[in-house]
């Protein structure tokens, strides 16, 4: 019975260990503030808004339907860099110019970054990519570390 039990263990660890780590990261991303964290989580929101296998392959992670923890590596890493790219090319929300009246005074529009804003983006990239790393790097050790 030890060794059924042993071999079932075994068998499910890769299955379990998939969808615990996707669980923990995005709680990880979408549970906490910060500049580098809201990046992450409006890129998340943008990557899955290109459908296909941009929602199919995160969908079937969590379902349980593809339990591959490199296939889980490739599409969280794939959203960090998804992120930095959007931080470049998509407009961005910012505060409108105050008004007199109070009714508008939290009003945001969009706007492109400009090439003066390259310099702050590309550090911030840097601390998203860095965050990713944090973020996935000790839990992807923890889960897999037995193997």
């Known amino acids: ?4 039990l042993n071999k ?16 923990i990261a995005l709680y990880d991303v979408f549970g906490a503030d910060g500049e580098c964290l809201t990046v992450f989580q409006d890129g998340c929101f943008k990557y899955f808004e290109r459908g296909g296998e941009s929602v199919r ?10 339990p591959s923890t490199s296939l889980l590596a490739y599409h969280f890493f794939y959203v960090a860099f998804y992120s930095i790219w959007a931080l ?20 945001y529009i969009a706007q492109m970054p400009s090439i003066l804003d390259f310099p702050r983006l590309f550090w911030l990239s840097c601390r998203v990519l860095w965050t ?7 839990l992807l050790w923890t889960e897999i570390r037995w193997w």
């Not at 019975?1 to 059924?4: F, H």
């Not at 470049?88 to 009003?107: C, G, N, Q, Y």
């Not at 990713?132 to 000790?138: E, L, N, R, W």
Request: some cysteine; proline content about 7%; overall charge positive.
């Open 132 to 138: 990713a790393c944090v973020i996935f790097g000790p």
């Open 88 to 107: 470049f090319v998509h407009p961005r929300r910012i505060h409108a110019p105050l008004r007199t009246d109070e009714k508008h005074s939290d009003m």
């Open 1 to 4: 019975m030890k060794d059924v």
């Open 57 to 66: 392959g995160p969908v079937s992670l969590l379902s349980g339907i593809a």
């Open 8 to 23: 079932w263990w075994w068998e499910r660890k890769g299955l379990a260990a998939t969808i615990n780590i996707m669980s």
